[in-house]
């Protein structure tokens, strides 16, 4: 009986450690995710596409050149914001979307530049092509390429970053976002708030203009929501 309760009050006592060790980075101080182009983000005036990505997911790599192409079409009509999934069973994908949230925190004009460095490269950081290789250098790897994109200047500042608690806490806060809005994969996509239902194949531009033109008060839709009022 005495053994029982002991061993209640040390579970209890491991589940109080559990929890007040995740107390001081959730809910974070901030929104998660990184807004694309213009920085700062009006939710209520644009279309908002949420993307989950995962930077060395090779579907999120070619998911993005038709989402950017439809961002750049809609302008400040459609805003992105993009959190990151590490995904568990993709090596490196912890260390690389840490690596996105140093560089955001250094200059964040220079988080989607490095997304697209891993895009282009990502092969590297694959499980198989690094199963040799140490933690230690694969961060060095890392280090080395975010400083391609962010300048010389910043290395010791890029390596400093992987030193920081607090960019662990922001990468796990990304993942803990996803897994809260019961993402599980990636690329997932949604818009002003709802799942976009997958179509199957990557979504590609054509697709994009499908699902966005009838949000965007073009003249069309504009007559098709009055007439939809008036049966409202
Ligand atoms: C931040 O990144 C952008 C895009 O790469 C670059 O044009 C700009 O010069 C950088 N700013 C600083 C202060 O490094
Ligand atoms: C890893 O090491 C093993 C054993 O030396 C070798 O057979 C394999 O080709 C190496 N893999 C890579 C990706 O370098
Ligand atoms: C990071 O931390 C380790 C262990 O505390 C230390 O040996 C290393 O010098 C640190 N690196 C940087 C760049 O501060």
Redesign the pocket.
């Known amino acids: 009986m005495v053994r029982t309760t002991t061993l209640v009050l040390v579970g209890f006592q491991v589940l109080v450690t559990l929890l007040s060790a995740g107390a001081d980075y959730i809910p974070p101080s901030r929104f998660d995710g990184f807004v694309y182009g213009k920085g700062s983000l009006n939710l209520l005036d644009t279309v908002l596409i949420e993307a989950f990505y995962d930077p060395v997911c090779p579907d999120s790599r070619d998911s993005w050149p038709s989402l950017k192409q439809a961002l750049h079409h809609y302008g400040s009509r459609v805003s992105l914001l993009l959190h990151l999934l590490p995904l568990p069973y993709h090596d490196n994908a912890f260390v690389a979307s840490r690596a996105l949230h140093i560089a955001s925190n250094l200059n964040a004009s220079a988080t989607f530049p490095l997304l697209e460095w891993f895009f282009k490269h990502q092969e590297k950081f694959y499980g198989p092509n690094t199963r040799n290789l140490s933690r230690a250098s694969i961060v060095e790897e890392i280090v080395k390429s975010a400083t391609q994109v962010l300048g010389r200047s910043y290395y ?1 500042a890029i ?2 970053g992987f ?1 920081d608690t607090n960019t662990d806490h922001q990468t796990r806060v990304s993942f803990k976002y996803a897994a809260s809005r019961g993402v599980y994969g990636t690329p997932f996509f949604y818009v002003n708030g709802f799942l976009l239902s997958d179509t199957g194949d990557a979504i590609d531009y054509k697709a994009w203009r499908k699902v966005i033109d009838p949000l965007v008060g073009t003249k069309k839709s504009i007559q098709n929501t009055e007439s939809l009022h008036f049966f409202l």
């Open positions: 010791k390596k400093n030193n």
